[in-house]
Antibody
Framework: EVQLVESGGGLVQPGGSLRLSCAASGFIFSTYEMNWVRQAPGKGLEWVSYSSTGGTTLYYADSVKGRFSISRDNAKNSLYLQMNSLRADDTAVYYC????????????WGQGILVTVSS | DIQLTQSPSFLSASVGDRVTITCRAS??????LAWYQQKPGKAPKLLIYAASTLQSGVPSRFSGSGSGTEFTLTISSLQPEDFATYFCQQLNSYPYTFGQGTKLEIK
C-alpha cells in the first residue's frame, strides 16, 4: 500500500525556519517525481515545489523561491522541505504528493501537516 | 504561468441531480488536466486525469471532458458522499496551477 506521511510541522515565529519531512512507503520512491502542495486555512490548493527523481531538477513557486528548498534522500525514501524566513502567509497545511508518469497527475497525497507562522 | 478559472465557485444541488463544473485555462494545455475531490480535513483525492480518464476505483457517475482551454467535470447523479470541494489542476507545465475550487453543497 502506498503511503506518504508528513512530519515536522508546528508553530513558528515570523522569520523562523522549519523542516518538513515526507516518509514514503509501498512503492519505489526513487522512480517517482515528488511535489509539495499547500493549502492556507479555508483557501484553495497552491503548488509549492517539485523534485525530479534524482533531486537534480527542482522547481519552486514564485511565492517561496529563495526561501524554501526541496530535497530528497532516496536511500531513506524521504522528501524534505526546508522553509526559511517564514511569513504569516506561509501558514497552511502542507501536503507531499507523488506525481505519476505521463500523462501526469498527483495520484497519492500525504495526510497533510499544519504549519502555523505566528508570534 | 497558466491560470485556471473554475465556475461556479459554489453550487447548491440535490441528491440525484446532474451537475457540471467548468475549468478554463488561460492558454492551451492539451489534455493535461486533472480533477480532485476534497472533503474537510482530508487530502485531495484524484478523480480524473488526462482530462477524461477515470481514476481506478472512482464511480462511473464522474466523467470529464475537454481539451485545449475548456474542460468540464460532470457528476451524472449526485450521491450524498459527493458533497465536497472540487479542484482542477493543469499539468502541462510548471508551476502546476490549480483552479480556485468549486464547493458543492446540499440544497
Amino acid at each position: 500500500e502506498v503511503q506518504l506521511v508528513e512530519s515536522g510541522g508546528g508553530l513558528v515565529q515570523p522569520g523562523g525556519s522549519l523542516r518538513l519531512s515526507c516518509a514514503a512507503s509501498g512503492f519505489i520512491f526513487s522512480t517517482y517525481e515528488m511535489n509539495w502542495v499547500r493549502q492556507a486555512p479555508g483557501k484553495g490548493l497552491e503548488w509549492v515545489s517539485y523534485s525530479s527523481t534524482g533531486g537534480t531538477t527542482l522547481y519552486y513557486a514564485d511565492s517561496v523561491k529563495g526561501r524554501f528548498s526541496i530535497s530528497r534522500d532516496n536511500a531513506k525514501n524521504s522528501l524534505y522541505l526546508q522553509m526559511n524566513s517564514l511569513r504569516a502567509d506561509d501558514t497552511a497545511v502542507y501536503y507531499c504528493a507523488r506525481r505519476s508518469g505521463w500523462p501526469y497527475y498527483f495520484d497519492y497525497w500525504g495526510q497533510g501537516i499544519l504549519v502555523t507562522v505566528s508570534s | 504561468d497558466i491560470q485556471l478559472t473554475q465556475s461556479p465557485s459554489f453550487l447548491s444541488a440535490s441528491v440525484g441531480d446532474r451537475v457540471t463544473i467548468t475549468c478554463r485555462a488561460s492558454q492551451g494545455i492539451s489534455s493535461y488536466l486533472a480533477w480532485y475531490q476534497q472533503k474537510p480535513g482530508k487530502a485531495p483525492k484524484l478523480l480524473i486525469y488526462a482530462a477524461s480518464t477515470l481514476q481506478s476505483g472512482v464511480p462511473s457517475r464522474f466523467s470529464g471532458s475537454g481539451s485545449g482551454t475548456e474542460f468540464t467535470l460532470t457528476i451524472s447523479s449526485l450521491q450524498p458522499e459527493d458533497f465536497a470541494t472540487y479542484f482542477c489542476q493543469q499539468l502541462n507545465s510548471y508551476p502546476y496551477t490549480f483552479g480556485q475550487g468549486t464547493k458543492l453543497e446540499i440544497k
